[in-house]
């Protein structure tokens, strides 16, 4: 594996944003959850609103909250590990 591995939610042939692979693994977790976290929230307005959309934001949301809690958790494991 590349030390540094660009990003894949953009595409284009010259990456500018990219991951270092060799970062320590609560500060990669720690970048992932904030952005699944950011996207739950986005998701979770769409949620309140009326209809087949948002009954399909509620069910996918479901689904990210659960994401959230579990990698809140592997973030305090992570850090219990960091800390010993």
Do not use: K, N, W
């Amino acid at each position: 594996m590349d030390r540094y591995m660009p990003v894949t939610g953009i595409d284009c042939s010259i990456p500018s944003l990219l991951i270092d692979t060799e970062a320590p693994l609560d500060v990669l977790h720690e970048a992932a959850a904030y952005r699944i976290r950011t996207a739950t929230q986005l998701l979770e307005s769409f949620a309140y609103g009326e209809g087949v959309h948002s009954e399909l934001a509620r069910v996918l949301v479901t689904s990210l909250r659960d994401g959230c809690d579990l990698m809140d958790v592997v973030g305090r494991r992570l850090q219990g590990e960091i800390s010993a």
